[in-house]
């Protein structure tokens, strides 16, 4: 398999750092006309106090209230927001809005899941999907339009890329799905777990996903323990470290291959931050934690990653990633089946040998767990997600040419 052409673009968005300022032009050219008020889902907890303080002159406290109307209530309507005075409602209209992304489209699918596209701006769309089991209900969430990195075996990746989204859009998925479920966050749970695993790389977009996180987090927002938050990343490693400094969340990472030369190919970012590099993050993020695990997702395709000596070399990478960290199942592994997607050239492994490579990890002592495929007949699955991209790369349309002439990614 030879590295998808366009991957030269992708890299070079890295490299420039430059997705956060072509992004800034992006928003401006396409989003709807400004408004200068702030939207409180933009702001987290200190964010919000110090907006009631230093933009209103109020009390901080002022903001637990408005929070609590926010995430606890589904209330968007300050004149609704009955324990705040006249004065202060008024002031809030003037300074601020509550501008939650709107459900162009819900989907149940047979099994329970349920997907939304949600709209971020009028040409722009992502997925959230929920995915209730027993005892549980997860949402999964999106971080970017599109996805500036090119895993050959990702819808995503063939959406191109727009932009970041901002904490409000990241957070408004949160905020639709458990009002959609009639979340109570502190009596009636639908909604116990979040991961960062919908479009997008939630690491290059930092700020704003750490941010949403905080309010997921907060008992002012949905309460979730922080290992009930997850962030799932393509391996970005000085982003893996800044993480470990400002919050406390599960960690998960997409490994899909335990060799170089393949994972490059899988997953392009290897070649800037290839398994040594990556692993040894991972290492300090663990460390920085106590007891804290990492878990390994590996997402199984037929013929390329699914053979015995790939799980043999993969529970090696494990066996060492809890040596360094001195505990016994501090590295998870996550086996996905690979989801298909019309012109993917990849095919998912056949059963028996996605069971014959759990046990070979299982036999070495690595704590394996096959991630059960869900919401497919609704293309909600792992790496089915596409929403609506203006992207602003060529690789829509390239894949589009390819797929009409019969190939794929
Ligand atoms: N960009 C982040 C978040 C995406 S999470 C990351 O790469 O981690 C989604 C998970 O599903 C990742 O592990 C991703 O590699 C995996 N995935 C992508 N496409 C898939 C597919 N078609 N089938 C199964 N898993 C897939």
Not at 158 to 163: L, P
Not at 185 to 193: A, D, G, S, V
Not at 315 to 333: E, G, S
Not at 369 to 395: E, F, N, P, S, Y
Request: charged share 25%; glycine share 6%; proline share 5%.
């Amino acid at each position: 398999m030879t590295a998808p052409r366009d991957t030269a673009i992708d890299i070079a968005l890295l490299d420039a750092e430059g997705v956060r300022p072509q992004v800034a032009a992006a928003g401006a050219a396409i989003a709807p006309a400004p408004d200068a008020r702030t939207n409180i889902f933009d702001l987290d907890r200190t964010g919000l106090e110090d907006f009631f303080e230093q933009k209103l002159g109020e009390k901080r406290y002022r903001a637990h209230q408005v929070m609590k109307w926010i995430h606890h209530r589904y209330v968007t309507d300050f004149d609704q927001m009955t324990d705040l005075g006249k004065a202060l409602r008024a002031k809030l209209h003037e300074h601020a809005v509550v501008r939650a992304p709107e459900v162009l489209l819900e989907k149940p699918s047979a099994d329970g899941t349920i997907k939304w596209l949600i709209g971020m701006d009028p040409k722009n769309a992502i997925e959230a999907v929920y995915i209730p089991d027993k005892g549980r209900g997860t949402l999964c969430v999106s971080s970017q339009v599109g996805c500036a990195l090119n895993c050959s075996f990702c819808s995503t990746a063939t959406q191109g890329f727009n932009r970041n989204l901002t904490t409000s859009e990241v957070i408004g998925q949160v905020w639709v799905a458990a009002r959609q479920l009639g979340n109570l966050p502190h009596q009636r749970r639908r909604l116990t777990n979040v991961v960062m695993m919908g479009m997008g790389e939630p690491l290059m977009n930092f700020d704003n996903v750490v941010r949403a996180m905080n309010i997921m987090r907060d008992d002012l927002g949905y309460g979730l323990a922080n290992k009930r938050v997850t962030l799932s990343t393509s391996g970005l490693v000085p982003q893996i470290d800044r993480l470990g400094e400002v919050c406390d969340v599960s960690l998960a990472v997409s490994l899909h291959a335990p060799v170089d030369e393949l994972r490059t190919e899988l997953v392009p970012l290897n070649r800037k931050y290839p398994i040594e590099m990556l692993m040894e993050a991972c290492v300090r993020y663990a460390l920085r934690k106590k007891g804290a695990s990492v878990t390994f997702e590996y997402t199984l395709m037929k013929g390329v990653n699914d053979q015995p000596q790939h799980a043999r070399e993969l529970a090696r990478l494990m066996r060492r990633f809890d040596n360094a960290v001195q505990m016994k199942d501090a590295a998870k592994v996550n086996l996905i089946p690979f989801n298909p997607f019309p012109g993917t050239r990849y095919e998912r492994s056949p059963e028996e040998d996605i069971r014959a490579f759990q046990k070979l990890l299982q036999e070495a002592r690595v704590l394996t767990t096959v991630r059960r495929t869900r919401g497919d007949d609704i293309d909600a699955a792992c790496g089915q997600l596409k929403g609506q991209v203006m992207d602003r790369t060529r690789r829509q349309s390239e894949f589009r040419k390819r797929l009409a002439a019969g190939g794929g990614t």
